[in-house]
T-cell receptor, first 114, second 109 residues
Framework: DAGVIQSPRHEVTEMGQEVTLRCKPI?????LFWYRQTMMRGLELLIY????????DSGMPEDRFSAKMPNASFSTLKIQPSEPRDSAVYFC????????????FGDGTRLSIL | SQQGEEDPQALSIQEGENATMNCSYK?????LQWYRQNSGRGLVHLIL?????REKHSGRLRVTLDTSKKSSSLLITASRAADTASYFC?????????FGTGTRLQVFP
């Protein structure tokens, strides 16, 4: 079975550029989560969707961040404009059901903003 | 703020030894989960323990939960070099998971 697929695996871009991260969840999963991981702040939940609808975006740091889930098999996280402090590893995870269910993580996108 | 705090932050042991990691959390929970993260990879779910359970086993893993103390422990028995990774506890908050700070485990051959 294919797991959660994220692309790109690595992204290096200059400050001010738009960055788009992509995620394909596991087929049949109805929850999708976006996380950011840094040494300083650990693993932070940015936003999550249920049945393609954003449920909680309280972790999105600023208006520069936006996320969409146009269908059950695809989600994007966009940063515009990007800043050096956005450098981190961004993970997407999906689950079947919400509470009391394990989450399945992709291998992340390592983002470096110069 | 993060819900869970793992202790110790780092742990180094020899192959064959047992490794124990602890997690403390702040609010009431429905369940607590443990995840492993190998370097450069995503998190992998290990085990879930519900609030009405006190202990759970899965292979070489043993998890305990004490809701009165708001704490959990993960024991890995007969550790192997392949167990080298970071381990995170996560507690549920509605449909969200709040992850702890993690324990970095190094197992030397």
């Amino acid at each position: 079975d294919a797991g959660v697929i994220q692309s790109p695996r690595h992204e290096v871009t200059e400050m001010g550029q738009e960055v788009t991260l992509r995620c394909k969840p596991i087929s049949g999963h109805d929850y999708l989560f976006w996380y950011r991981q840094t040494m300083m702040r650990g693993l932070e939940l940015l936003i999550y969707f249920n049945n393609n609808v954003p449920i909680d975006d309280s972790g999105m740091p600023e208006d520069r961040f936006s996320a969409k889930m146009p269908n059950a098999s695809f989600s994007t996280l966009k940063i515009q404009p990007s800043e050096p402090r956005d450098s981190a590893v961004y993970f997407c995870a999906s689950s079947s059901g919400g509470r009391n269910q394990p989450q399945h993580f992709g291998d992340g996108t390592r983002l470096s903003i110069l | 703020s993060q819900q869970g705090e793992e202790d110790p932050q780092a742990l180094s042991i020899q192959e064959g030894e047992n490794a124990t990691m602890n997690c403390s959390y702040k609010t009431s929970i429905n369940n607590l989960q443990w995840y492993r993260q190998n370097s450069g990879r995503g998190l992998v779910h290990l085990i879930l323990i519900r609030s009405n359970e006190r202990e759970k086993h899965s292979g070489r893993l043993r998890v305990t939960l004490d809701t009165s103390k708001k704490s959990s422990s993960l024991l890995i028995t007969a550790s192997r070099a392949a167990d080298t990774a970071s381990y995170f506890c996560a507690t549920d908050n509605t449909d969200k998971l709040i992850f702890g700070t993690g324990t970095r485990l190094q197992v030397f051959p």
